[in-house]
């Protein structure tokens, strides 16, 4: 069956960069996905990467790709305190492409 | 858009009473999930619907649980009775048609449930 994972826990100083890890299991993956999850609210989308993609870069955000290792890694340039969140990794796959299969979650936590 | 609108935002119960809780998808939009998410267990999705139709619900937990999604603005997740084990927050996430992008699933701000 599929599975996400991910470290639980970063923490990283303000300014410097964060590089969040996720490994899946299910090679047919259309999209991958990252959320963020800020305190007491709901997982909002900030990023995702087509399978057959290495590297997406939007703004402070870089989201790379190996797919042969089946690893994906979010990296946010310049650590801001409004950073602190969870992160979640997620996968479409491709036999059900409505569902998204969620790992569970990396606490950053960014200190100045 | 308002985007995905959950109530209650918070609800306390006593053990054995029923509860609903209600979610308006994106207008527009035609998958609508519901997860569940507790610290032991993660986000875990209950059950989807596409088109107003149940897909998949190997995700509810038991016989207690129930979902319907009687329009395309509206579904309901109704325990009962609940128990204490039930606590934690359920969110509903609605999606459109395409791929990619296009199916990004775009949560509401969660229901809040405590059990007593």
């Known amino acids: 069956g599929e599975d996400v994972e991910q470290s639980l826990f970063l923490s990283v100083r303000e300014g410097d960069s964060s590089v969040i890890n996720c490994t899946y299991t299910?090679?047919?993956?259309?999209?991958l996905y990252w959320y963020k999850q800020e305190p007491g609210a709901g997982l909002q989308l900030l990023t995702y990467i087509f399978s057959n993609m290495d590297m997406k870069q939007d703004q402070r955000l870089t989201v790379l790709l190996n797919k042969k290792d089946k690893h994906l890694s979010l990296r946010i340039a310049d650590t801001q305190t409004g950073d602190s969140a969870i992160y979640f990794c997620a996968e479409s796959p491709l036999y059900n492409t409505d569902k998204l299969i969620f790992g569970t979650g990396t606490r950053l936590q960014v200190f100045p | 858009d308002a985007g995905v609108i959950q109530s209650p935002r918070h609800e306390v119960t006593e053990m054995g009473q029923e509860v609903t809780l209600r979610c308006k998808p994106i207008?527009?939009?035609?998958?609508l999930f519901w997860y569940r998410q507790t610290m032991m267990r993660g986000l875990e999705l209950l059950i989807y619907f596409n088109n107003n139709v149940p897909i998949d619900d190997s995700g509810m937990p038991e016989d207690r649980f129930s979902a319907k999604m009687p329009n395309a603005s509206f579904s309901t997740l109704k325990i009962q009775p609940s128990e204490p084990r039930d606590s934690a927050v359920y969110f509903c996430a609605s999606s459109g048609t395409g791929r990619g992008g296009t199916d990004t699933q775009y949560f509401g701000p969660g229901t809040r449930l405590t059990v007593l």
């Open positions: 207008s527009g939009h035609n998958s």
């Open positions: 299910d090679s047919s993956s259309t999209y």
